[in-house]
């Protein structure tokens, strides 16, 4: 593959990984703007299903037919689809009661929580100049947090536990990513997310545990209603966004090298402080600035870094080649 070859799929990608952020941007604030009338597992539910609706319609023919919802690791896809959910579902209740800004900052230690799981779990080396990034992306985290202070809110912990299932997610997504296309994996998260909501929502779908003065409890357990008229166009537009971005953030990673499309990701930074001034009225405090300079400036150093360890591990291959 030539090096002009390499630059347009790389620009193709980053453009792939940009309308994802767009879409799960969208989502993000259509939950948010829900969060206060309908409960969770109710938007899952609904979102899921607009969602594979679409996806039968529009993308299974485009992907050749039913053949591309067949699997050899129905387990591992069960398992990633779990991940993705819970992921999910604390993203959502941290949104419920944070800035929105705060919690996508918050969600933003995940490429810091994928580099220690890659020491972990594959078996990576990471030098001191990446373990530091690691150090002062958590940092920013307590910046944010405030922990041992009157400011600090439960809810806040939420986002972090769903950067570290998105990282376990993506630890997953290496090891089926060869042989499982972007489709297939689309459809079994869709319909881990049908199975998940379906189980909560018999479960505590009634309302008897709803009550609570928090707006992470209330949002988990208030009883399901029938959608008002008026938010069915936000629910339809949940369902298409969610399957649309989970389809192109999987093709943006498919064509472009990771390290240069992911620092597009976080284009949902400014987005999401953009959301928080013009729908919900909130703008980031100068401590929660700190903290998002932290988390970003460390991410995009650990991006930058990999980069160029894989320029590096590039050229001794080609000069042992020769």
Same mark, same amino acid.
């Given at each position: 593959?030539?090096?002009?070859?390499?630059?347009?799929?790389?620009?193709?990608?980053?453009?792939?990984?940009?309308?994802?952020?767009?879409? =799960?941007?969208? @989502?993000?604030?259509?939950?948010? =703007?829900?969060?206060?009338?309908?409960?969770?597992?109710?938007?899952?539910?609904?979102?899921?299903?607009?969602?594979?609706?679409? =996806?039968?319609?529009?993308?299974?023919?485009?992907?050749?037919?039913?053949?591309?919802?067949?699997?050899?690791?129905?387990?591992?896809? =069960?398992?990633?689809?779990?991940?993705?959910?819970?992921?999910?579902?604390?993203?959502?209740? !941290?949104?419920?009661?944070?800035?929105?800004?705060?919690?996508?900052?918050?969600?933003?230690?995940?490429?810091?929580?994928?580099?220690? #799981?890659?020491?972990?779990?594959?078996?990576?080396?990471?030098?001191?100049?990446?373990?530091?990034?690691?150090?002062?992306? #958590?940092? !920013?985290?307590?910046?944010?947090?405030?922990? +041992?202070?009157?400011?600090?809110?439960?809810?806040?912990?939420?986002?972090?536990?769903?950067? *570290?299932?998105?990282?376990?997610?993506?630890?997953?997504?290496?090891?089926?990513? /060869?042989?499982?296309?972007?489709?297939?994996?689309? #459809?079994?998260?869709?319909?881990?997310?049908?199975?998940?909501?379906?189980?909560?929502?018999? !479960?505590?779908?009634?309302?008897?545990?709803? /009550?609570?003065?928090?707006?992470?409890?209330? *949002?988990?357990?208030?009883?399901?209603?029938?959608?008002? *008229?008026?938010?069915?166009?936000?629910?339809?537009?949940?369902?298409?966004?969610?399957?649309?971005?989970?389809?192109?953030?999987?093709?943006?990673?498919?064509?472009?090298?990771?390290?240069?499309?992911?620092? #597009?990701?976080?284009?949902?930074?400014?987005?999401?402080?953009?959301?928080?001034?013009?729908?919900?009225?909130?703008?980031?405090?100068?401590?929660?600035?700190?903290?998002?300079?932290?988390?970003?400036?460390? +991410?995009?150093?650990?991006?930058?870094?990999?980069?160029? @360890?894989?320029?590096?591990?590039?050229?001794?291959?080609?000069?042992?080649?020769?």
């Amino acid at each position: 593959m030539t090096t002009a070859t390499v630059q347009r799929t790389n620009l193709i990608g980053a453009a792939y990984a940009v309308a994802a952020v767009l879409c =799960f941007s969208i @989502n993000d604030v259509g939950i948010k =703007f829900l969060s206060d009338t309908y409960a969770l597992h109710q938007i899952v539910f609904i979102r899921a299903c607009v969602a594979l609706t679409a =996806f039968f319609c529009c993308v299974v023919p485009l992907a050749g037919g039913l053949g591309v919802l067949r699997t050899r690791r129905p387990l591992v896809h =069960f398992i990633r689809g779990l991940c993705v959910v819970s992921a999910n579902m604390c993203l959502f209740l !941290g949104l419920a009661a944070l800035p929105i800004a705060d919690a996508t900052a918050i969600f933003f230690v995940s490429p810091l929580v994928i580099t220690m #799981f890659s020491v972990i779990f594959l078996k990576e080396t990471v030098g001191i100049r990446r373990w530091s990034a690691i150090a002062v992306g #958590f940092a !920013g985290v307590l910046v944010i947090v405030k922990p +041992g202070t009157a400011a600090f809110q439960l809810a806040s912990l939420l986002p972090i536990g769903a950067a *570290f299932l998105y990282a376990t997610l993506h630890m997953l997504t290496r090891k089926i990513g /060869g042989t499982e296309s972007a489709p297939t994996m689309a #459809f079994y998260i869709q319909l881990t997310f049908i199975i998940a909501s379906t189980v909560i929502g018999l !479960g505590v779908g009634d309302g008897r545990f709803s /009550g609570s003065a928090h707006p992470s409890m209330d *949002f988990l357990f208030r009883a399901w209603t029938w959608p008002a *008229f008026v938010d069915y166009p936000i629910l339809l537009l949940l369902g298409v966004s969610g399957m649309l971005g989970g389809l192109f953030i999987s093709q943006a990673y498919r064509l472009s090298e990771a390290a240069f499309a992911a620092p #597009f990701e976080y284009v949902a930074m400014p987005l999401a402080i953009m959301w928080g001034v013009v729908v919900f009225g909130t703008f980031p405090d100068a401590t929660a600035w700190i903290g998002i300079a932290l988390i970003v400036g460390s +991410g995009l150093y650990l991006l930058w870094r990999e980069s160029v @360890n894989d320029e590096t591990m590039t050229a001794k291959t080609a000069r042992y080649r020769r």
